[in-house]
């Protein structure tokens, strides 16, 4: 499959972009004041449509509008009945469906599948105005409001859905995304070149089922189905193979000697001199092979059944992420199979320019009138300057979705924005509130070679140790927070995306420069964890890292004149955390006076690979087989409560719970008034109200202690991403970091 794309700006002959419409029509109304008899497409979200290119959908229908298409959004529509997807009539096209910037389930529940009480991206911040599994239940709507409509299913549901993937809502592995919502081809990570390509080919004839050579797409076809015959399937499909076993010589037998020729064997005719091939041309041959080689992982009824195999599949699709190097994938269901193409091609530099370069309104569609909406409120001063991300942490979805090679825009094209914010968007008072993305300081970092990034296998760029091939200079960033503070009307710009601190450290001039100008008192920084056996399971830097960036941020603060904190954020009942980890983590927060106020719990989303160690307690870091690593859970609710409360030590609220496991875990020299415990002794007025009781509590796995009857408090939607919550910095990125 070829690695090399036209631009996305390329238009096919004759063809020419439209001018753009104020918005995208919601309504046969605007169709109609339009001129518009039908839509070439149709865009199907479980989000409010705002017009700013944070919202996927908004963005993606820019860019078909600048293909020359007729585009339609339908918005949150209610999936009760087929009726609201007949608003604007049957495409000329496709149906292009998403759940939305989020997937459904995420959106919908917490960490402890509770039902969440709001839902950030509807007006008035109201709940269940999407169903569970949007891409599904939107999906078939279309089909039974137009029998035979072409379906183009995508976004960050049907991406992290692609293949056969563990389901934390209904405990089970569900099967790809394409089997439920019976589309036409589905899209992953951040498709608009693929989107294009179909778009194009769509308009000129072809149809969507028969697109099956497009880079970052899958489909359905018939089992065993192949591109053309010089394919070759590399069966991946089992663990622990054997080798080939030679038989064991006898050394009784008396086999005859052969006589030794003198003048050497005959050489057979027709045989070829031996030539020496260069390591170029092994090099290009090796990759012509890989491109026309299909990995075959374990199907759907193996992964269902079997964890290993799952953790096996999961780890060969992480090593097949590289657009420079990876492969096809199939993976059977039932009587068909799942074909994944490699990833797309990164955008270019000019390519991201020219999608976020498109036409926007830059807010609410005029149908919400004024209506309160939370994650626009959140986002509608704040500016994505990047995608992607090369850390790799493992509970976090970006680099499943958007890859590990970062996408930059051009300062031109970033400034350009600040300036259409100063001059568009309703209440802007001269406060920008990010330039980030994924990472608010991976801006231009790349490998110092494309033939190395192109070839590399590894799951980050910066675990175990930053690679010696990583650019690690932030000096582009610096220029550009410099150049955006000096847009006329700006008054100040924070940094609201995380940042990724071990590699911020190799750069001090960055730090002093953040400190400096770029943080309102408090900056938002995620360690994560503290004990290294947790730490390896994420895939992040020791604390030592952290407090290398501590230190330089705390003496960049003073000389500055400014107090100034960093707020640290940390997983509770992460794969592979014990309760003796959480306790270490409890000391040294209350060593470092830190004191956690919102406190997230590990949720495992689809494809990542914690998820994997969650679900099949191995670990896909390592090669998998069936006597690998076992990985510890933290799955009951106790010590998920447990986990949770020693991050919350100060609160009195926990303070039943720690005392009881202080005890159970040989500790009780923590409870007490000195300086170094984590909990008081219980007032005389506590221990009257306590019933004796002993631990009652059976199973929850190693480590795990003691029982409360009390109900966990009730938990607040939490933003920010990898841990439960809907987004961390801008709605436009998937959960995560």
């Known amino acids: 499959m070829s690695s090399a794309a036209p631009p996305i700006s390329q238009l096919p002959e004759g063809v020419f972009a439209r001018k753009p419409v104020p918005f ?25 449509y705002i017009d700013h290119p944070s919202f996927g959908m908004a963005l993606i229908g820019r860019v078909l509008e600048a293909q020359g298409l007729r585009v339609g959004i339908i918005a ?12 604007l009539g049957k495409p000329r096209l496709f149906f292009g469906v998403t759940a939305g910037n989020m997937d459904s389930m995420i959106n919908r529940y917490t960490a402890d599948k509770k039902p969440r009480s709001d839902d950030a991206y509807t007006p008035h911040g109201v709940s269940g105005k999407r169903p569970d599994r949007a891409v599904t239940i939107y999906s078939q709507r279309c089909r039974e409001a137009y029998p035979g409509v072409q ?31 019976k589309a036409d081809i589905l899209l992953f990570g951040n498709a608009e070149r693929a989107l294009v390509e179909v778009a194009q080919r769509a308009a000129a004839g072809e149809k969507l089922r028969d697109m ?11 089992k065993g189905w192949r591109p053309d015959v010089d394919w070759v399937e590399e069966d991946s499909s089992t663990v622990d193979t054997p080798g080939r076993v030679d038989a064991h010589i006898d050394p009784y037998a008396m086999e005859p000697e052969v006589p030794k020729q003198i003048n050497g064997p005959a050489i057979p005719e027709g045989t070829q001199p031996i030539r020496l091939i260069s390591k170029a041309e092994r090099v290009r041959a090796k990759l012509e092979a890989r491109g026309k080689t299909v990995v075959r992982i374990p199907s759907y009824e193996m992964v269902a059944h079997d964890p290993v195999l799952y953790a096996h599949a999961s780890r060969v699709l992480h090593l097949e992420s590289n657009p420079g190097n990876a492969r096809a994938l199939v993976q059977q269901h039932g009587e068909r199979d799942i074909w994944i193409n490699p990833p797309p091609i990164p955008l270019t530099t000019p390519e991201m320019d020219y999608v976020f370069g498109q036409y926007y309104a830059r807010n609410p569609h005029p149908s919400y009138a004024s209506a309160h909406i939370p994650a626009w409120e959140m986002i509608r001063f704040s500016i994505n300057i990047m995608r992607g991300c090369f850390g790799g942490c493992t509970f976090c979805s970006i680099t499943e979705h958007e890859g590990r090679i970062i996408q930059s825009r051009s300062e031109e094209s970033i400034l350009n924005e600040i300036e259409e914010i100063r001059d568009k968007t309703k209440g802007f008072k001269g406060h920008i509130t990010d330039l ?15 033939k190395i990034e192109s070839a590399c296998r590894r799951l980050s760029c910066v675990y175990p140790g930053i690679c010696e091939n990583l650019n690690t200079d932030h000096s582009s960033l610096v220029q550009l927070y410099r150049k955006a503070r000096a847009v006329p009307g700006v008054k100040k710009i924070t940094i609201g995306s995380g940042l990724r601190y071990d590699i911020a450290v190799r750069s001090p001039e960055y730090i002093k420069e953040l400190v400096t100008h770029h943080v309102s008192g408090y900056l938002k920084i995620a360690p994560e964890h503290t004990e290294e056996n947790v730490l390896s399971k994420m895939m992040k830097p020791g604390v030592d890292t952290f407090e290398a960036f501590r230190k330089l941020f705390d003496r960049f603060s003073k000389q500055a004149g400014k107090q100034q904190y960093l707020i640290p954020y940390f997983i509770a009942a992460h794969p592979g955390t014990t309760d003796e980890d959480m306790l270490n983590l409890a000391i040294w927060l209350k060593k470092n006076n830190f004191r956690p106020d919102q406190v997230q ?73 000195a300086a170094h415990c984590l909990v008081p002794h219980p007032t005389a007025e506590e221990r009257a109200q306590q019933a004796p009781r002993g631990n009652a509590r059976g199973g929850g796995g190693p480590g795990s202690v003691g029982r409360i009857a009390a109900p966990a408090p009730p938990r607040k939607p939490n933003l920010r991403g990898g841990k439960g919550g809907p987004i961390k910095g801008s709605p436009s990125k998937p959960r995560g970091r």
């Open 212 to 222: 099956r050579d497009i880079r970052g797409t899958a489909f359905i076809a018939n």
């Open 151 to 181: 379906i183009m299913i995508g976004g960050i549901e049907a991406s992290l859905r692609r293949i056969a993937q563990y389901d934390y809502w209904s405990d089970t592995v569900r099967q790809s995304a394409l089997v439920y919502a």
């Open 76 to 87: 949150q529509p209610d999936w009760q009945s087929a009726d609201a997807f007949r608003e």
């Open 24 to 48: 995208l029509p919601m309504s046969r109304a605007e169709m109609d004041q339009l001129g518009w008899d039908e839509c070439d497409v149709i865009l199907v979200t479980g989000d409010c």
């Open 436 to 450: 980030g993305g994924p990472t608010a300081n991976m801006y231009r970092l790349a490998c110092k070679d494309t």
């Open 601 to 673: 719990a590990f949720t495992p989303t689809p494809m990542a690979m914690a998820t994997t160690m969650w679900h099949t307690r191995r670990n896909p870091l390592k090669k998998v087989g069936r006597n690998s690593e076992i990985v510890d859970n933290v799955r009951d609710a106790y010590r998920r409560k447990l986990h949770k409360a020693f991050l919350r030590y100060h609160d009195p609220k926990h303070w039943t719970i720690l005392r009881e496991a202080l005890v159970n875990m040989g500790r009780p020299d923590l409870i007490g008034g």
